[in-house]
């Protein structure tokens, strides 16, 4: 009980603090000039009458709003706020931080200018719409927090219609991170994909997507075993397959695993389990320990719901895990999006391809396996960390080359030319920030 009250006492402090801190910055991103304004003649150049030619040029050649404005390194982040993080349909207004959070982990780890626009939309179809009228302004867009089925429905109509990169984080961003994970966890415990049992708990947009990744890399439909709220799917679930229509996608995963159709709750699908994926409702005790020890040997966890795992990460290694991985930056082995997201938006953005393909995700998470690797695996090390440039910069070689591979691509570029051209921008991206930063531009915390 000591223990408890220790640890909520140090999560009211840390948001205390988080509060005061956003305070004092009135949030976290800005604009900023790009072009130099050395006397007031300067304007005539960047304003009128100069800008006329630029948009005179553009309306003749609609191809070069790329070239002479920021378009090329615009991605909107767009959100109805229905499903924030783990706090559930908090609004578009109370969606903002997180919004702008991701624009900086955008800008600092990938250089890409990205925008957060939170709307006040519940509906599909307006959502949808408000996306499609944006376009012009933006080279992709990323979706995010947007509740299920709503979000696969968004994210498959927008995907259809545009010819930006549309991307949406839950889904895509997880997958990528998670496959990049798994894989290396794998190679630690000597287990090879092909022959692994895995339990996904909790079958949201995260997992969702993780499902069809795994299905994509060959995984057997003998092999997954898959739990919502009310129990594992299987094809025998008459109250998902009464309202296939509105969960679709859910009964696409009934179809598509547990041919056995085990029967039960977390308890069942875990056991015998060498792999349990969770990215549920946030913990602790949604897994228990006893749980982890009806798992297979050398057992693999990844209790990914924040902010708190569905089992403690030490809770689960005295259970007999022997790799851990949750979301969070305290813990070993975190599963973050943002290994992804700012490097497969630089390499879309930098070769302008006209989508995000699954192919494009597979090489985004092989550039992270590979990364990883390079660093040296270990039992609390399956991952490279966040802020290390050179995943970013890897990611987005590897996927501007899997765009021109896969012919969706406006630019051709070496692999080598563009790794180095990502890393000249994000470097360039994080001494502006350490500049301001520097100079007092940007203010500084006293408290540490």
């Known amino acids: 009980m000591e223990k408890a009250t220790s640890e909520e006492r140090k999560r009211a402090d840390a948001a205390n603090r988080a509060v005061r801190l956003h305070q004092l910055c009135s949030g976290k991103i800005q604009t900023m000039p790009k072009c130099p304004i050395r006397s007031f003649q300067d304007l005539a150049i960047w304003y009128t009458p100069g800008v006329a030619a630029a948009s005179r040029a553009i309306a003749q050649d609609p191809d070069l709003v790329y070239e002479l404005t920021n378009k090329a390194n615009a991605v909107a982040i767009v ?49 949808v719409s408000i996306v499609k009228a944006l376009t012009p302004s933006f080279g992709g867009i990323n979706l995010e927090d ?27 961003g997880t997958a990528t991170v998670v496959l990049a994970a798994l894989l290396n966890a794998l190679d630690v415990v000597g287990k090879r994909l092909d022959n692994v049992r895995i339990a996904l708990i909790g079958i949201g947009s995260a997992n969702m997507a993780v499902f069809r990744i795994l299905r994509a890399e060959r995984v057997a439909a003998e092999q997954i075993i898959a739990c919502d709220s009310k129990g594992t799917l299987h094809a025998g679930r008459e109250d998902i397959k009464m309202a296939q229509e509105i969960f679709k996608e859910k009964w696409h995963v009934c179809q598509g695993s547990n041919p056995e159709r085990i029967a039960g709750g977390i308890p069942e ?46 809770d689960a290694k005295e ?13 070993d082995n975190q599963v973050n999006n943002s290994l992804a997201f700012p490097g497969v938006f630089r390499g879309a953005l930098d070769v302008r391809a006209r989508a995000i393909t699954d192919g494009m995700v597979r090489s985004a ?51 080598d030319d563009l790794k180095e051209r990502a890393r000249k921008k994000i470097s360039a991206s994080r001494a502006a920030a350490d500049a301001l930063l520097q100079v007092g531009l940007i203010p500084q915390p006293l408290e540490h």
């Open 269 to 314: 699908a875990l056991r015998g389990a060498d792999v349990c994926l969770a990215f549920s409702r946030s913990g602790p005790g949604v897994i228990s320990p006893t749980d982890v020890s009806s798992m297979a040997s050398d057992a693999i966890v990844f209790a990914c719901a924040n902010p708190i795992p569905e089992i403690w990460p030490a």
């Open 146 to 172: 947007i509740a299920t089925p709503k979000c696969f429905r968004v994210l498959d109509r927008i995907r259809s219609d545009l010819e930006i990169p549309v991307w949406h984080d839950d889904q895509q």
């Open 365 to 415: 998470a092989e550039a992270i396996t590979r990364h990883a690797k390079d660093g040296g695996l270990s039992n609390g090390a399956i991952l490279p960390r966040t802020d290390e440039m050179e995943v970013a910069a890897a990611v987005a070689a590897a996927v501007g080359l899997q765009a021109q591979n896969e012919g969706i691509a406006r630019i051709t570029a070496s692999f």
């Open 319 to 331: 259970a007999g895990a022997k790799i851990v991985a949750t979301g969070r930056s305290d813990f």
């Open 79 to 127: 959100s109805d706020g229905s499903r924030v993080l783990g706090l559930g349909d908090i609004g578009p207004e109370a969606g903002l931080p997180v919004m702008e959070g991701k624009a900086l982990l955008f800008k600092y780890f990938g250089a890409v200018d990205a925008f957060p626009v939170c709307v006040a939309a519940e509906k599909e179809d307006e959502i």
